[in-house]
């Protein structure tokens, strides 16, 4: 079997920060036979290539200059910080479907699988049209925000959704969401897993720590929250907690001007470095919030991350958060944008390790059942063959 999956972009190292999970799915489909290629956009003239033994198709759309709409931060993202790339992106879109169509020509496969639809599934429809193949889209949560924003767009995406012969969405608040824009009959919840971190194992953790660490990790954007959780400290003691920030983006110069001394700021880190950090944290907190545009968090599988290092976990009860953290089972939910109740949670977690243990335990058979790897694989190749 071999499919196609289409991508916003596809990491050019280990640093690159988005979409780090995609490299691990495509390997285990691999192992089960279902070989897949990458269609994504170029970077800075960046060709296409094989990476980490993944065949990547990489289209060309603008001047080498001002090919930067993906890869080192989102589209919208991209588009907020510099609005001259609104004219590069109709260039990339129309670059994007004539390549899908002659990547249909002159390719052979059994599937497409779209990430991100709305507008990849424009290059997804492109080859449909042409090698006939079916067609699953996979809504991960900023594509139906960005839907979300006008009914022109709303729309656009109901007309998009209806050339898929199947959807996925990442969580069931997704679901509902996508519900709201069209009535899809085939549609499942086939969430992401963790990239990090050994379920079957407690990692050995620094006991001679002097003060609780608190810890976040992601993306410094509005949506995150991040500045609330900082507003928590208040509530606490700066002589016993201390607030790690793991993370890069367009909020980080704000969020450094509003913290006090006991919070550290680590920037984007991967691997081994990022690896300890989870080791040395005591408490992990994501206070994502339902941003000024209605955005929020799709499913927040930085928390898969955390739970696998066994720290309790903390999250604002928004979005699909819920899926990963039922209150006083696999964690604390509080409201969103309520430092209060965040410094509330941390201090119950702090002193209370009995409940700290049991929610951490609960946490890890969660994801045993409903997040691991093996499971996300198997569902997507149940579909693939369905489908084929």
């Known amino acids: 079997m071999k499919v196609v999956s289409i991508t916003t972009a596809f990491p050019r190292s280990e640093k690159d920060v988005l979409i780090p999970w995609i490299i691990k799915l495509i390997n285990l489909l691999k192992m089960k036979g279902a070989e897949t290629e990458i269609f994504t956009s170029s970077y800075c003239g960046r060709n296409s290539e094989i990476s980490n033994n993944i065949k990547v198709f990489r289209f060309r759309y603008f001047f080498r200059k001002w090919e930067k709409l993906s890869h080192d931060m989102s589209v919208p993202e991209k588009l907020k910080s510099n609005k001259l790339y609104f004219f590069v992106l109709p260039f990339f879109l129309l ?36 090698s006939k193949k079916p067609l699953v889209m996979t809504c991960h949560g900023s594509e139906v925000n960005m839907a979300k924003k006008n009914q022109i767009f709303r729309k656009i995406f109901k007309w998009m959704l209806g050339y898929a012969d199947f959807v996925t969405v990442n969580s069931t608040f997704m679901k509902n969401e996508v519900l709201k824009i069209a009535p899809i009959r085939e549609i499942k919840i086939i969430p992401m897993g963790s990239g990090i971190g050994k379920i079957d194992e407690k990692p050995s953790q620094n006991s001679d720590r002097m003060k609780v660490s608190v810890l976040f990790v992601g993306r410094l954007i509005k949506l995150k929250g991040v500045d609330y959780l900082i507003d928590a400290l208040h509530w606490l003691s700066p002589e016993k907690f201390e607030l790690h920030i793991v993370g890069d983006g367009p909020e980080r110069e704000n969020l450094e001007k509003i913290a006090p001394e006991n919070v550290i700021f680590h920037g984007y880190q991967t691997g081994k470095n990022l690896e300890e950090i989870y080791q040395n944290a005591d408490i992990f907190v994501l206070p994502s919030i339902v941003d000024d545009q209605g955005f929020t968090e799709g499913l927040g599988t930085v928390l898969l991350e955390a739970a696998s290092f066994h720290i309790p976990l903390i999250a604002s009860n928004v979005g699909g958060i819920p899926d990963i953290v039922i209150n006083e089972k696999t964690g604390l939910l509080v409201p969103e944008k ?17 409940l700290a243990n049991e929610l951490c335990d609960a946490a890890i058979s969660h994801i045993q059942a409903e997040f691991s790897w093996e499971n996300i694989s198997e569902k997507f190749l149940s579909l693939y063959n369905s489908l084929i």
Do not use: Q, Y
């Open 95 to 130: 670059s994007g479907m004539i390549s899908a169509r002659n990547f249909a020509k002159n390719n052979d496969f059994d599937l497409i699988h779209v990430h991100f639809p709305f507008p990849l599934a424009l290059f997804g429809i492109a080859m449909k049209r042409v």
């Open 338 to 354: 309520d430092p209060e109740a965040i410094a509330n949670a941390i201090l119950r977690l702090e002193k209370d390790k009995i």
